[in-house]
């Protein structure tokens, strides 16, 4: 080790210390990786605040957003609806559903292990199409990803089309993606058409996040008619 330890039985503590500092900074006072600072997020989530008479996120806000005339520090918008489900095939499982642009995938970092994501002309034609986690593909196919893919499946009450499987991820093996209408048609309700659960908003740079946010709370502060930030029937936060 290149560091100079200090002498003698009484400075035993000291030299603890000092071996304990060198671990976490990696060195001589030079930081190590453990001890970098996170990547900077361009990242806003927008979720309906819980509290009585909060007004619904809608398809409308997510719109608003996107506009460059009021949120020029917004690069994208995506909205997203979320619950649970049923999935048939010879078998019926339970499933998480999540209905959303076809930026949602590379967005929450997933990737496809077979097949393909939806298309922008089947997200605005609402079509019944799904991508499936790996979990269900072990519980409906027996783990056959090619069985998997083009295979119809029952999903509430309408017939899907699987387009894609879903590799390993953490927390969504058993989970289903579909496009944002579907979501809000076939497994929601009608009456729910244009009502969403989360808004997410990235801003053009980490350094501009602030001034997306504020441009977010201007945005849904004048569409909810809302005087004070005390009175917000929404959340904001940097992710």
């Known amino acids: 080790m290149a560091c100079r330890s200090a002498r ?15 671990a976490v900074l990696g060195g001589c006072g030079r930081p190590g990786p453990s001890a970098q600072a996170p990547a900077p997020s361009n990242q806003i989530v927008v979720t309906k605040a819980d509290r009585p008479q909060a007004k619904d996120l809608k398809d409308s806000d997510a719109l608003a957003l996107r506009d460059p005339a009021r949120a020029p520090d917004v690069a994208r918008v995506t909205p997203v609806v979320t619950g649970t489900t ?37 997200e605005r034609s609402r079509a019944k199409v799904v991508l499936v986690g790996p979990a269900l593909v072990t519980s409906l196919f027996g783990g056959d990803t090619r ?60 350094s501009s996040v602030d001034a997306a946010l504020n441009q977010v709370y201007a945005v849904l502060d004048a569409r909810h008619n809302i005087r004070t930030p005390q009175d917000r029937d929404y959340t904001a936060e940097v992710k």
């Open 147 to 206: 069985a998997a893919v083009g295979a119809d499946v029952q999903i509430g009450r309408s017939r899907f089309r699987t387009i894609g499987v879903l590799e390993h991820s953490a927390q969504d093996d058993d989970a289903i993606i579909m496009p944002l209408g579907t979501a809000q048609v076939s497994i929601l309700s009608r009456h729910a058409a244009d009502t969403v659960n989360t808004i997410i908003v990235e801003s053009k740079s980490p």
């Open 86 to 122: 049923s999935i048939t095939t010879q078998q019926t499982v339970q499933a998480k559903f999540f209905g959303s642009t076809t930026d949602y995938v590379a967005l929450t970092g997933h990737k496809l292990a077979a097949g393909d994501n939806f298309t922008t002309a089947q």
């Open 8 to 22: 003698g039985r009484g400075r035993a503590l000291v030299v603890v210390v000092v071996a304990v500092a060198t």
